[in-house]
């Protein structure tokens, strides 16, 4: 839903699983805001591709909005950042945090 986006867009968002098979995995990483260990994503456009530098991640736990850097490192979005991101991707993205939300809300 998102994949034509991508082509104006340098960032893809990213989904943290919990690592189900049905998700790509990769190197250990944590959440540097709340430290949930990361080591899975999944690909909101369904392209299950690795994530890239730049590469925007939701912590599934937290719903920060996170990036990766070269070594696949998650790092905290800037101010900057998230300025430079198309609206409609902005909008994907709250989207996103509020449903990670609501179902945390559900869990406990
Ligand atoms: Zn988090």
């Known amino acids: 839903m998102i994949s034509s986006m991508t082509d104006n867009c340098a960032a893809n968002v990213i989904l943290i699983n919990m690592g189900s098979d049905a998700y790509h995995h ?6 540097p ?3 949930y260990s990361i080591d899975a994503h999944a690909a909101t456009d369904g392209v299950n591709d690795k994530p890239k530098k730049d590469d925007i991640s939701i912590c599934a736990k937290c719903a920060t909005w996170n990036k990766y850097t070269e070594d696949l490192e998650i790092v905290t979005l800037t101010e900057e950042d998230k300025e430079n991101i198309a609206p409609e991707l902005l909008l994907e993205m709250q989207g996103i945090s509020e449903r990670i939300k609501l179902m945390n809300r559900n869990m406990n």
């Open 26 to 31: 990769h190197k250990k990483t944590a959440c």
């Open 33 to 35: 805001n709340c430290g």
